[in-house]
């Protein structure tokens, strides 16, 4: 099976812009659809993109997803970086077997 | 509103069995395929294993594949884990989570409920 890594941890200043990467080691991410879900601190997983770069209503249009076939990687973006932005964000993806896969996460610090 | 309520979880000896329920409510259970997901206390998410809306299909992680079986009773809008031959590499917080689109066993999810946690130990 595939694996999909996230750095471990990012930090940006309020009002900033933070990209949090998520890499594919084999299969094309084009292949199949990534989310991106945020998690707080205590609370379920919600989510805030999917199918690579749709956003749920609700969802601010600070937050936005891409692909880079280049780089077999899709991307997470927040612009505008709000305190209450502050959150682990998980990428997930699946194989052509429907098992889903989900990364390490990466944890957003906004001081 | 959508709720899922997850159920059954508790402390229990390394070998032995646990079954987890997720009860459904505010959506019609019976089209929407349904996810199990863990998280292991301060590590990420990780998926187990995801049932069709009617049962027909389910699929595994590697991780639980043979030990854990997914299965649902769409009479009682509810969906079960059933796990066996339990490690402490199975401690987690145990998510049940529902797909956002009518019986697309891989749609992103869209509702998870607050988890049940398992913790095995002696």
């Known amino acids: 099976n595939f694996m999909l890594t996230q750095p471990h941890s990012v930090s940006e200043s309020p009002g900033k812009t933070v990209t949090i990467s998520c890499t594919r080691n084999?299969?094309?991410?084009?292949?199949?659809?990534v989310q991106w879900y945020q998690q707080r601190p205590g609370s379920s997983p919600t989510t805030v993109i999917y199918?690579?770069?749709?956003?749920p209503s609700g969802v601010p249009d600070r937050f936005s997803g891409s692909i880079d076939s280049s780089s077999n990687s899709a991307s997470l973006t927040i612009s505008g970086l709000k305190t209450e932005d502050e959150a682990d964000y998980h990428c997930?993806?699946?194989?052509?077997?429907?098992?889903?896969?989900f990364g390490g996460g990466t944890k957003l610090t906004v001081l | 509103q959508v709720q899922l309520v997850e159920s059954g979880g508790g402390v229990v000896q390394p070998g032995r069995s646990l079954r987890l329920s997720c009860a459904a409510s505010?959506?019609?259970?019976?089209?929407?395929?349904i996810h199990w997901v863990r998280q292991a206390p301060g590590k990420g998410l990780e998926w187990a294993a995801v049932?069709?809306?009617?049962?027909?299909?389910?699929y595994y992680a590697d991780s639980v594949k043979g030990r854990f079986t997914i299965s649902r009773d769409n009479s009682k809008n509810t969906l079960y884990l059933q796990m066996n031959s339990l490690s402490a590499e199975d401690t987690a917080l145990y998510y049940c989570?529902?797909?956002?689109?009518?019986?697309?066993?891989?749609?992103?999810?869209?509702?998870w409920g607050q988890g049940t946690l398992v913790t095995v130990s002696s």
């Open positions: 989570a529902k797909g956002s689109r009518w019986r697309d066993i891989v749609a992103t999810i869209d509702y």
């Open positions: 505010g959506f019609t259970f019976s089209n929407y395929g």
């Open positions: 049932i069709s809306y009617d049962g027909s299909e389910k």
């Open positions: 084999t299969g094309s991410i084009a292949g199949n659809y």
């Open positions: 199918e690579d770069n749709q956003r």
């Open positions: 997930q993806s699946y194989d052509s077997s429907n098992r889903w896969v």
